[in-house]
């Protein structure tokens, strides 16, 4: 879906199309879930922007939430030293600096550089995404020289690594340790 924000006074107003998979909430909050490990909130109401992780907390997460408010830190849409954990497990949040211009524009401009990181981020994590359908794909349909069609393994009585007889258990081998 794509959004159209109007950026300026009235007299020389900008507009920017962004295409992003955005949806408006009840409340007028706008949640972005382009980004493949974190979905985004920007609440205009409460002035906040908050990274939530999609599914699990991992490096990734972190790492991603990190490099949003990072971004969003240098460009002076947030206010640095209100950084910090969200109420939700795993979330980061984040104050919008206040505009005496127009009310409004603090969330429009992080919409505008949220789209801008968006971009950036969308290579990596499309590539991570084909690896992982390109390693589904290889296990779920394996080339002729990775394996086999039954019948074709032929039998002997010594298979594999494991010798037959041989106990494998930690106390076999005690008097090898004894001094």
Do not use: C, W
Not at 25 to 38: A, E, K, P, R, V
Not at 74 to 80: A, R
Request: negative net charge; glycine residues 6%.
């Amino acid at each position: 879906m794509s959004i159209t924000i109007k950026i300026g006074p009235k007299t020389k107003t900008q507009e920017v199309v962004l295409e992003l998979d955005i949806r408006k909430s009840l409340n007028g909050d706008f949640m972005i879930f382009d980004h493949g490990d974190i979905d985004i909130v920007v609440s205009p109401q409460k002035n906040k922007v908050i990274a939530f992780p999609k599914i699990t907390l991992n490096d990734l997460v972190y790492g991603a939430q990190n490099r949003l408010f990072e971004r969003l830190k240098i460009k002076g849409i947030v206010i640095p030293e209100s950084i910090q954990g969200g109420s939700f497990f795993g979330a980061f949040e984040a104050t919008l600096e206040n505009s005496p211009d127009e009310a409004s524009l603090p969330s429009k401009m992080a919409l505008l550089n949220i789209s801008k990181f968006i971009d950036e981020e969308r290579p990596y994590f499309e590539s991570l995404e084909a690896i992982v359908a390109m390693d589904d794909n290889n296990l779920a349909n394996p080339d002729k020289t990775d394996s086999t069609e039954l019948g074709e393994v032929p039998q002997s009585t010594k298979k594999g690594s494991i010798q037959p007889g041989y106990i494998r258990d930690p106390y076999s081998f005690n008097y090898m340790y004894t001094i």
